[in-house]
């Protein structure tokens, strides 16, 4: 999912799309009628603009409740960001993602990539894996 968010312009824009808030997607197709945000822009938090922060807490809170638990369960959360992210850009998902789950685990893409899953970058380009990478 794209990590777009956006909040209807006035009134008339909610009623148009009908809901308070639009996520991916969604946000996309609505967007002429949407204050749009993307607060995780290259997998990384934009930080400054307090409507980003709000952003990024929605979004997260969406995706938490695409996820079916039992009650009383842990949330328990794996975020997938780019090898190359700052360590601060990794402590700022998990200060933002704390606050809605149990455990987290934040995965640098590149490197879960070529130590656990050998073969996805030649997978993802059409061709048959055949062992590790060298």
């Given at each position: 999912m794209d990590s777009y968010v956006g909040?209807?312009?006035d009134f008339i824009a909610e009623k148009v799309v009908g809901k308070p808030i639009l996520f991916g997607k969604e946000a996309l197709e609505n967007r002429?009628?949407?204050n749009l945000s993307r607060p995780l822009a290259r997998g990384v938090i934009k930080e400054g603009l307090e409507k980003d922060e709000?952003?990024?807490r929605e979004l997260f809170?969406?995706?938490l409740d695409q996820v079916t638990t039992k009650k009383g369960e842990p949330v328990r959360a794996v975020v997938g960001v780019?090898?190359?992210s700052l360590k601060?850009?990794?402590i700022a998902?998990?200060?933002a993602f704390s606050q809605y789950t149990?455990?987290?685990m934040v995965v640098g893409v590149r490197t879960f990539c070529r130590g656990l899953w050998a073969g996805c970058a030649q997978q993802r380009h059409g061709h048959r894996y055949r062992g590790r990478h060298r």
């Amino acid at each position: 999912m794209d990590s777009y968010v956006g909040w209807p312009k006035d009134f008339i824009a909610e009623k148009v799309v009908g809901k308070p808030i639009l996520f991916g997607k969604e946000a996309l197709e609505n967007r002429l009628s949407l204050n749009l945000s993307r607060p995780l822009a290259r997998g990384v938090i934009k930080e400054g603009l307090e409507k980003d922060e709000e952003a990024v807490r929605e979004l997260f809170k969406y995706l938490l409740d695409q996820v079916t638990t039992k009650k009383g369960e842990p949330v328990r959360a794996v975020v997938g960001v780019p090898a190359e992210s700052l360590k601060s850009s990794k402590i700022a998902i998990k200060k933002a993602f704390s606050q809605y789950t149990d455990a987290l685990m934040v995965v640098g893409v590149r490197t879960f990539c070529r130590g656990l899953w050998a073969g996805c970058a030649q997978q993802r380009h059409g061709h048959r894996y055949r062992g590790r990478h060298r």
